[in-house]
Every structure is written in C-alpha cells, then in structure tokens.
C-alpha cells in the first residue's frame, strides 16, 4: 500500500514517497519521512514491514559514513546503490532477510547528472529515468510513459509528478493524501511543497 | 652489538628503538633491481630493472616486475619476487571485491592502503617475517587522476611525482629530483625513466632482457589503457633515446 516515485531530470533527481505509515487498516501516523539522506548529494527513498525498512535504511546510511571518513571521499550514486543492492541480496540469502524496496537517487556534484536506481528486495536493481514501487507502478508507468522527457527542467519535473499523484488520488482504491518530496541537485537534497 | 638479542624479533622493539627485522627487510630491498615511477600529466611510466638475465632462462613466463592489479592500477616491485606474488594476488583479490561491491574501479590510494595495512601487520604480530618487498604503484581514479605511490616493508606509503626504489635509488632519486619538471607529459616521463635507468644499472649496455617498461594513459574514450612494453618495443625506445650508443666504445 504505500508509494514511492522516482524522476530523473536536466540536472536534478525528484523523489517522492507517501507520508503515511500504517498498519492493517489502520493508519498510525501521517507525515512519516520514508526518506534518508546518504550523503549530501545522494537520497534514498524506502518502503517495507516499518521496522526493517527504517533499520535497513538506517545501516546503509551509518555504513555509507563510515566510509566516508575512513577514505576522506564521497560514493558516487552508482557505487551506491551497488553497494545497497549487494547488501539486500546477501541479506536475502540469510535467515532474517530485509523485506524494503528503495529508489536511489543522486546527482554528481562535479558533473552535475543526475541518477536513478530503482531495488527491490529480492536484489534486482535497475538505473531508470523513472521509477516507481507497490501499487502506484501500476498507475504511474503509463503516465511516466507518456509525459517523461529527458532534460526536464525543475518545474517540468514537478508538473509530472503532480499528473502522477493527480492519478492515483482518481484511480487508487487507497487514499493516499499525504506525500513527502525532495529534490537532489548540485546544491544538496531539500523538500519542496507539491 | 646492541643489536644481536633483537634481531631475530620481528615486532620487540630494541632499546634504541628499532625494529631490526623490518630495517633488514628494506636493506634486502636496496639490493633489488631498481624499480621507478614517473608522474606525468597524461598518464604514469614504471620502469623495472630485472637481474635474473640468464642466457638460458625461458622469457615466456612473461612480467616479473610489472604487475597489473585492476584495470586501473598496476604495480612494479623490488625485492623478493615470491613476496611480491603474494601480496600482488592479495592486492587483486581486493580490487576485485571492491568492485563487485562498489561496481567501479577501486581508489588507487585505498588499494595502496590495504597492502600496507596486510604489511604492518606483520611487523606487529609476532611469529612471521616481514614482507621483503617495496612497491611503486601507478594508477588512475576519478577523485585524483593519475597517481604514484611507493609502499615498503614496514607499511609505509606515500604518493609521489617521481621515486624509484630498490638498488641504487638514492642515486635514481637525485637524478629524478634534477630533470623531473612539473608538466611533464607522458613520452618525456618515458625518456626520463630511460635516462636514470640507464645511468643507475650497473651493466655497461641496456638490453630488453634486462628492463621492464610499462605505462598507464587514458585513451581517446577516456578509459584507462595499461600498456606493457614488448621487448621489440623496450628495444626500439633505448635506440630512441640513444642509451647504448657511447658505451661500446668504453668498453674496449
């Protein structure tokens, strides 16, 4: 039940994840942020059984800054999400495995481009220009599909996602009201209103 | 000597505070064939003078002094070739799982870092001897460009525009220290190392039997290319660079 979608744009990454956190039919928390920033340059987006998700996410955060202080240089989003990806499919093989989907994103300071990764769970990970994970994917491919061109600009990058959220607030069964989004871009990560 | 009940302890300290296993280590070294390093602006040379030149050993085996560690480092060595195996191996096993992790090419400086770290471990746990073996290492990464780094016996490592290891460095070295110039572009780091090859090795003529050549550029697409010189090619850069052409008559 719960949404992440992932755009790539001209010189930006735009994620966006559901602030909803429930359980059963219940929901237990609006404006929870199923974000954690990596670095400064790069975000991920998560969802799964809340516990594993947020401790899952929160590992690969404090082992990302180890890493950084040990060797004095940042991941690249490509070293990243490789790193992440092999940290799910070792986890899958154990006897507790991390049920959490992700989008990583980021964009190289120096060169400014940006990037996508999309996860799942099982340790299968993609770079895509857009992405999306749980019900949403069904709903927002084709909008994706439609509307998405590269070297979008910010605002254009925004009016994409809005049509997306615009769909599933017509078409999903489950109302989803609340969303959080953040940009990553040479400047760093920020949440912006949409 | 002060030095006798402290000799054969690799990781006890004497009381001048010397550790006399790892300063034997690295004096074997300054009696191995020179290994050295240029850093060019567009790419690294090593150089590597070789002292097994028998008439009848087989030249098929291939590099004995130039190794390549990942597609994007490569090393020389000075000293003792069976400890050079070993750790060289160590040093791909690493590369290779930094990749699989990382999926890019590992940081020349963190390569450099794990070998050191694996070498002084063994001037600190007892029981071993040190590694006999120095290092110059080239290489290329996106966070500082092209490198070169020297590690020795006792773990140390430091980065450099130009250093030479093994028999006769300190003479290599001050030969660097005067021709080396900042700017320097990769076929004048070539001829650089040529000259303080020439003018380090003991034997009177340069053959290609004798010397080890490599060097590490980035090609048009901007990946790296590792280049072993073939001994027709290490033959054709000595008549290059003129190397053997005063010495026959000194000879007679």
Not at chain 1, 13 to 19: E, K, Q, R
Not at chain 2, 227 to 239: A, D, V
């Amino acid at each position: 039940m719960e949404t992440l979608l992932g755009i790539v744009g001209k010189d930006y990454t735009l994620l966006a994840a559901d602030a909803v956190s429930a359980r059963s039919i219940v929901v237990m928390k609006r404006g929870e942020d199923k974000s954690r920033p990596l670095n400064d340059h790069n975000l991920m987006v998560f969802t799964g059984e809340p516990g594993d998700a947020v401790n899952f996410a929160e590992f690969i955060q404090a082992n990302l800054k180890l890493y950084e202080i040990r060797n004095a240089t940042p991941l690249s989003t490509k070293a990243i999400a490789s790193y992440t990806r092999r940290e799910l499919a070792d986890s899958l093989r154990s006897r507790n495995s991390y049920a959490v989907n992700l989008l990583i994103g980021g964009v190289d300071p120096k060169t400014k481009t940006p990037e996508l990764y999309w996860m799942d769970y099982l340790g299968a990970m993609v770079k895509v220009n857009h992405g999306a994970h749980g019900y949403a994917a069904y709903f927002c491919s084709s909008v994706f599909d439609r509307h998405w061109k590269a070297d979008m600009s910010l605002d254009e990058g925004i009016a994409l996602l809005q049509k997306c959220l615009h769909e599933l607030r017509t078409r999903l069964v489950v109302n989803q009201s609340v969303f959080i989004v953040k940009v990553v871009d040479s400047n760093g990560i920020r949440e912006i209103q949409v | 000597m002060g030095s006798r009940r402290y000799d054969s302890r690799t990781t006890i300290f004497s009381p001048e505070g010397r550790l006399y296993q790892v300063e034997y280590a690295m004096e074997a070294i300054s009696h191995a064939g020179t290994a050295l390093g240029v850093l060019a602006t567009d790419g690294v040379v090593l150089a590597a003078e070789k002292r097994t030149a028998s008439k009848l050993l087989e030249q098929s085996v291939g590099a004995e002094k130039v190794y390549l560690l990942s597609d994007t480092t490569c090393t020389a060595v000075a000293g003792l070739t069976s400890d050079a195996n070993t750790l060289v191996t160590y040093a791909r096993q690493q590369a290779a799982r930094y990749r699989t992790t990382y999926g890019e090419s590992m940081p020349v400086e963190q390569l450099v870092q794990r070998m050191c770290d694996l070498k002084q471990g063994y001037t600190q746990f007892g029981g071993l001897r040190p590694f006999g073996v120095s290092f110059v290492y080239a290489g290329y990464d996106t966070h500082r460009g092209f490198q070169l780094y020297t590690s020795d016996p006792s773990g140390n490592y430091a980065g450099w525009r130009a250093n030479c290891i093994g028999a006769n460095s300190t003479n290599a070295q001050s030969i660097l220290k005067s021709d080396y110039k900042d700017e320097i572009t990769l076929s004048e780091a070539v001829s650089l190392a040529v000259k303080v090859l020439s003018k380090t090795m003991d034997s009177a003529t340069i053959t290609s039997e004798k010397i080890e050549f490599a060097t590490l550029s980035l090609d048009k697409s901007g990946r790296v290319r590792f280049h072993s010189y073939s001994p027709e090619e290490i033959e054709g850069l000595l008549k290059k660079e003129g190397v053997n052409t005063q010495q026959p008559e000194e000879e007679k």
